[in-house]
């Protein structure tokens, strides 16, 4: 495996990038990296061929070759808290793919992290996915020594091979949500590195942010502010059965809080629990 090791630097420091022409994962490549000791506090792995992409519960995540980013965010002693960090991670994404063009003014979280842009309402059938994350943590018994952050932006992604494999192996496309490029949205396509500094940058200052004097409050109310469909009533499916609900919060603790329409209840759940509907 031809690995080109160089240095990226932001406005906030020095991270090492590894450079991996083709990997399965780069998620699972940074795991591996953990093992070693001596591994730096913080790193970047990014590859132009991802071939076995992950994505939430299980799924694949696809990419056209060149042409999406695919990188993993390796962060050694994270935060302490692994759900206000998620929010933090999936804030950054958004900061960081909005600094590439600021007219990019429809894009919101869908949580727990999905990034998506809605061309009309929230319910209209318009909304799309346009990058995710993927976070794996690293513990060394009951301590959380570290943290990887796959990223996955949809960059200048082949349509009709997204759609062709998204069909037959039921991937990319969650639940009848259908993706969007970068390309598709914006006058002039930027190259998938193009969008590495922004975000590492982004994610850096999140960190700091969440590691500030009120900064656990401040980045679930910064989340909250970016949500998709917030107080919006809409579908839901939970244990199977769709039900009608209106999404309230999120609380820093990871679980929604969720008022239902058939019996005026408002329960608290994980993402986990609920899955969303789109038809």
Not at 113 to 124: A, F, P, R, Y
Request: hydrophobic letters at 35%.
């Amino acid at each position: 495996m031809n690995a080109n090791i160089s240095q990226i630097i932001t406005s906030i420091g020095t991270v090492t990038r590894i450079y991996l022409p083709s990997i399965g994962s780069t998620n699972d490549y940074a795991m591996k990296m953990l093992r070693n000791e001596n591994t730096s506090l913080e790193s970047l792995v990014v590859a132009n061929i991802q071939s076995e992409g992950k994505g939430q519960r299980g799924r694949h995540w696809l990419s056209t070759p060149g042409r999406d980013l695919c990188m993993s965010w390796v962060l050694k002693n994270p935060p302490e808290y692994p759900t206000i960090f998620n929010m933090a991670a999936a804030l950054a994404l958004l900061e960081g793919i909005r600094k590439i063009d600021p007219s990019l003014s429809r894009l919101s979280i869908k949580w727990p992290n999905d990034i998506l842009h809605s061309s009309g309402d929230h319910n209209s059938g318009n909304s799309k996915k346009l990058a995710g994350i993927l976070i794996e943590n690293h513990w060394r018994g009951e301590s959380w020594t570290a943290a990887i952050v796959g990223i996955g932006v949809n960059v200048g992604f082949d349509e009709k091979l997204v759609a062709e494999n998204s069909k037959t192996n039921n991937e990319i496309i969650d639940f009848n949500l259908p993706p969007i490029s970068l390309a598709s949205l914006t006058e002039i396509a930027p190259q998938p590195s193009e969008l590495e500094l922004p975000i590492l940058e982004a994610l850096q200052k999140r960190i700091r942010t969440l590691n500030s004097e009120n900064g656990i409050q401040k980045t679930v109310r910064d989340f909250n502010s970016e949500l998709f469909g917030l107080n919006q009533p809409r579908k839901f499916k939970i244990n199977g059965k769709s039900r009608s609900g209106t999404l309230l919060r999120v609380e820093k603790d990871g679980r929604a809080m969720i008022d239902w329409e058939d019996n005026d209840e408002t329960t608290y759940l994980h993402s986990s629990e609920v899955v969303w509907c789109w038809d």
